[in-house]
C-alpha cells in the first residue's frame, strides 16, 4: 500500500514548557499514535496517512484516496494536523462509486493545530408574536442567537462507523454546535482541548453513544475570565463518561455535580473553582479525581464523602490544605499527592486507615519530625515523598517506621547531624547492591493499562530517572572505593530496604554545629561512636581516658556512678561548655555598644513543631496588634550565610529575645544553643530584654539547667492549653512587649 508520510523520528513527549501537571496528563501521556503537536507516530505499520504541515493537504488527500482505491488500501490513521486549513474537508468523506470513502474505514482523527475558529453568528433578530388582536416584538438574548460554525461543516453529513478517537485539539474552536458528532456512533474518545470553546450546544454531544473519554482541557488559558458555558446543565450527565479531563479551564459550575453514575475519572485542576459543596461526587463511581490548584475546593466538610470505597487516586496540591483528616477511612486509596500545602503533622489516626495507600507525597508542606509509629500503620506502603518540609531530625524510630519503604524523598530538609543520619545513609547506600528499582503498580489489575491517567506512571518515572548514592559518591571520588564514600566501613546495626529517591549530593548535607557548617551524611560520625557529633582527635582522647579506667577501676568506677546517676545533667554540661566555646568566640572581638540601632524589636526562637502556633497565632497579634517588628529565621536569615552566623547576627540586631518554650524545643540543639546564647547575652549586656513564653508546663525533671535558672529569675508566661484565657494571656504579653519596647528606647534615648 501506498502512503504519503510526513513522520519524523524523535520523542512523543510533549515540551518541557507545556507538560502535564494534572493526573488526567496531557493528551499524548496517555495515547501512543500521535505526537505532541500533530504527526502520527512511527510505530505506527499498516493505513497510516500523514498529511501533518502541508499546504495542500486536501489535494493530496484527493490523489491518496484515489491511489488506494486502485490497490484496495484502507485509511485507519490520518493526520491533517497544521495544514493551514479553516473548516474539515469535505472531499474527506464525500462517497463515490469509483473511489474508496475514508470516512468509513478510519479509526483515528487528527486535526491539530488547524484555524477553526471562525463562525457565524446571524444577525440580532425579532421574533413575532401573533394574537387576535395585535403583534409583538420580542427581542432574543444574544446567548439565545443561534451560531452556526463554519469549520465542522465537513463532519455534519458524513458517517464514522470505525472512528474510535478523534484529535480536535488546538484547533482554535469558539463553539461547539448541535449535531456535530452524530455521525461517529463508535467514537471512544474526543480530544478539544487547547481551543477558545466558550459555548456548547445542548444537543453538541448527541450521538456519541460509546464516548467514554473527554477531553476539554487548556481552554482559554490566556484568557480565565472567560468561562465554558454548557447550554444544558446535563450535557455531561447524558453522556455517561467515564473520564472527563477539565484541566485548565474555567468551566460554567451548571454542570458541576452532573457528572453521571459511571464517571471514574476526573481532573478539574487548575479551573478556578470555588469550593465545592458536601456530597458532590457522592453518586459517582469515582476512582481517580485531580482538584488540585483550586484554593480551599475542600472547605466545606464532606465534599469527598461517598467515595471511601471507590477512590484511588487523588491529587490534592496547592489547595491551601492544612491537615489530611479529610480522608480518614479511605481504604481503597493508593497514590495521594498532597504538595505544596500547609500540613504540619502526619496524624496516625488518619493514616492508619489507609490500608491501600502506597504512594505519599508531601511535597513543601510543613511537616516536622515525628517520635511514633506511623508509616508502618500502613501495609502497603512504597514510596514516601517529604522534600522541603521542616524536617531536621532523623531518629531510630524514624528509621524503623519507614523500613519497609522502597523509596524515600527527604531532600531539601535543614537536617542536623545526628548520628541517624548517617546510618540512614548507610541503609540506602548499601540497599543499592542488593535491591533493584521496580516499578509501582496499582493493585488493580485493570488500572496497570494506561486509563486516561497517570498516577502511576508519574512516580513511575521519577524512579526511572533516579540518582544512586553510590554513583554519586564514586564519580565525586573518581574511585569505586567504598571506604572513600564514609568516614571509617559500615558500622549501622539498623536496617531497612528503602533507597533515596532524590538524591542529590547538594541536597542531602547535614549541618553540623562541631563543625560549624555543612557536611555530607557520610561525614557524620556513627552512633557507635559518638551521640554529640565530636570531632576525631576527641574521640581518640576518650579511648586513652577508656584504658585509664580499666587500669584503675576503685578510683573511677564511684566517679563513673556518679555521672551515670546525673547523666542528663552532666551531658548538659557537656552541651553548656561547647556553647559557651562557641559564643567566647563568637563574641571576642564584640564590644557592647549602648548607642546601637537595632534592626528588630525581638527575636523569637522556637523549635519547628511549634511553628504553626508562632505563625497563626503569635505572629498576628504582635506584630499586628503590638506593632512590633519581629525576627523570624525562615524569613530573616541571610541567605548565603551559615545558620550559626544568621543566629548570632539577628539576635545582635534585635531589641530583645522571645523563647517559645516547648518539650520539643528542648530536645532541639539549635534551640538549646539560642537559650544558651540568650543567657549569654544577658549576661554580658546586664538588661532585662528576654521574654519566656511557655507552650505548656515543662516539669524540673525535663528543664536544663539554663531554663530552670532563666525561670527562677525571669517572670514567665503560660500558653493557656484549654482556651479559656487566652484573652488575658495576649493582654499580658502585650503590656510585656510595649514596657520592653519602650524601656529600651529610653535606655538607648539615654545613652
Request: charged letters at 25%.
Amino acid at each position: 500500500m501506498n502512503c504519503i508520510c510526513g513522520l519524523l523520528e524523535g520523542s512523543n513527549d510533549v515540551p518541557k514548557e507545556e507538560r502535564k501537571l494534572c493526573l488526567t496528563g496531557y493528551m499524548t501521556d496517555i495515547q501512543s499514535w500521535v505526537t505532541w503537536d500533530g504527526r502520527l507516530t512511527v510505530g505506527l505499520k499498516e493505513g497510516v496517512a500523514d498529511l501533518s504541515s502541508r499546504k495542500d493537504a486536501t489535494p493530496a488527500l484527493k490523489n491518496l484516496i484515489s491511489s488506494q482505491s486502485r490497490h484496495n488500501g484502507v485509511i485507519k490513521y490520518l493526520s491533517m494536523a497544521k495544514c493551514g486549513i479553516r473548516q474539515v474537508p469535505t472531499i474527506i468523506f464525500l462517497s463515490d462509486s469509483a473511489f474508496m470513502n475514508p470516512a468509513e474505514t478510519v479509526e483515528y482523527l487528527t486535526f491539530y493545530g488547524n484555524n477553526f475558529g471562525q463562525f457565524l453568528v446571524t444577525s440580532e433578530r425579532y421574533d413575532s408574536i401573533l394574537n387576535a388582536t395585535s403583534a409583538k416584538e420580542v427581542f432574543l438574548d444574544p446567548m439565545n442567537v443561534q451560531r452556526r460554525s463554519t469549520w465542522s461543516a465537513g463532519l455534519h453529513s458524513a458517517y464514522f462507523p470505525k472512528l474510535k478517537e478523534l484529535d480536535l485539539r488546538a484547533c482554535n474552536i469558539e463553539v461547539l454546535d448541535a449535531f456535530i458528532f452524530q455521525g461517529m456512533p463508535y467514537l471512544t474518545a474526543l480530544y478539544l482541548g487547547e481551543n477558545s470553546i466558550s459555548f456548547v450546544d445542548a444537543h453538541a454531544f448527541v450521538g456519541l453513544n460509546s464516548l467514554r473519554h473527554l477531553d476539554i482541557s487548556r481552554n482559554r488559558e490566556d484568557d480565565p475570565k472567560r468561562i465554558l458555558f454548557f447550554e444544558s446543565a446535563d450535557t455531561l450527565q447524558r453522556l455517561n463518561l467515564q473520564s472527563l479531563d477539565l484541566s485548565f479551564t474555567a468551566v460554567d459550575t451548571r454542570a458541576l455535580g452532573n457528572f453521571g453514575t459511571k464517571l471514574e475519572r476526573l481532573s478539574v485542576c487548575y479551573t478556578g473553582l470555588f469550593p465545592l459543596k458536601p456530597n458532590i461526587f457522592a453518586n459517582t463511581s469515582m476512582k481517580y479525581l485531580d482538584l488540585s490548584g483550586n484554593a480551599e475546593i475542600l472547605h466545606e466538610e464532606g465534599v469527598l464523602r461517598g467515595l471511601e470505597n471507590s477512590l484511588r487516586v487523588l491529587y490534592v496540591n496547592s489547595i491551601a490544605l492544612k491537615s489530611l483528616d479529610f480522608i480518614k477511612g479511605f481504604t481503597k486509596l493508593e497514590v495521594l499527592k498532597a504538595s505544596q500545602n500547609k500540613i504540619t503533622a502526619i496524624s496516625l489516626d488518619v493514616m492508619r486507615t489507609l490500608r491501600s495507600l502506597q504512594i505519599l507525597d508531601l511535597d513543601g508542606n510543613r511537616i516536622s519530625a515525628w517520635f511514633s509509629k506511623i508509616i508502618s500503620t500502613m501495609p502497603k506502603m512504597k514510596l514516601l515523598i517529604l522534600v522541603n518540609n521542616n524536617i531536621n531530625l532523623i531518629t531510630d524510630s524514624v528509621i524503623a517506621d519507614i523500613a519497609n519503604l522502597k523509596y524515600v524523598a527527604l531532600s531539601k530538609n535543614l537536617m542536623v547531624c545526628y548520628c541517624y543520619v548517617r546510618d540512614m545513609y548507610e541503609i540506602a547506600f548499601q540497599n543499592e547492591f542488593r535491591l533493584k528499582d521496580t516499578n509501582i503498580t496499582s493493585s488493580s489489575i485493570e488500572d496497570n493499562a494506561l486509563m486516561f491517567h497517570t498516577g502511576f506512571s508519574d512516580y513511575n518515572e521519577i524512579i526511572t530517572k533516579r540518582r544512586n548514592v553510590t554513583e554519586s559518591c564514586f564519580q565525586i571520588h573518581n574511585s569505586t572505593d567504598v571506604s572513600n564514600c564514609f568516614v571509617g566501613d559500615f558500622s549501622t546495626n539498623l536496617t531497612g530496604n528503602f533507597l533515596y529517591l532524590d538524591y542529590d549530593e547538594g541536597n542531602y548535607n547535614c549541618f553540623s554545629m562541631a563543625h560549624a557548617g555543612s557536611i555530607s551524611y557520610g561525614e557524620v560520625l556513627p552512633c557507635g561512636q559518638d551521640l554529640r557529633d565530636m570531632r576525631p582527635e576527641l574521640i581518640l582522647n576518650e579511648s586513652r581516658k577508656s584504658f585509664l579506667l580499666l587500669c584503675i577501676p576503685l578510683v573511677l568506677l564511684p566517679i563513673l556512678a556518679f555521672i551515670y546517676a546525673f547523666r542528663r545533667n552532666f551531658r548538659y554540661f557537656l552541651i553548656t561548655m561547647r556553647n559557651s566555646a562557641m559564643l567566647s568566640l563568637i563574641n571576642e572581638k564584640n564590644v557592647v555598644d549602648e548607642t546601637k540601632i537595632f534592626n528588630y524589636d525581638v527575636f523569637v526562637s522556637y523549635c519547628n513543631e511549634d511553628r504553626t502556633w508562632v505563625l497563626d497565632q503569635l505572629l498576628p497579634h504582635v506584630e499586628k496588634d503590638c506593632r512590633i517588628s519581629v525576627c523570624l529565621h525562615e524569613r530573616d536569615f541571610q541567605v548565603g550565610l551559615s545558620i550559626l552566623e544568621n543566629i548570632v547576627s539577628c539576635m545582635d540586631r534585635s531589641r530583645f529575645i522571645m523563647l517559645i518554650i516547648s518539650r520539643r524545643f528542648l530536645l532541639s540543639q539549635w534551640c538549646q544553643f539560642e537559650m544558651h546564647l540568650a543567657q549569654h547575652r544577658l549576661l554580658e549586656t546586664r538588661r532585662e530584654d528576654l521574654i519566656l513564653v511557655l507552650l505548656e508546663e515543662i516539669p524540673r525533671s525535663l528543664r536544663p539547667n539554663t531554663l530552670h535558672y532563666l525561670m527562677l529569675t525571669k517572670t514567665y508566661i503560660v500558653w493557656p492549653r484549654d482556651g479559656t484565657e487566652e484573652r488575658e494571656f495576649w493582654r499580658r504579653l502585650k503590656k510585656s512587649l510595649v514596657t520592653q519596647k519602650l524601656k529600651s528606647a529610653e535606655n538607648d534615648s539615654l545613652a
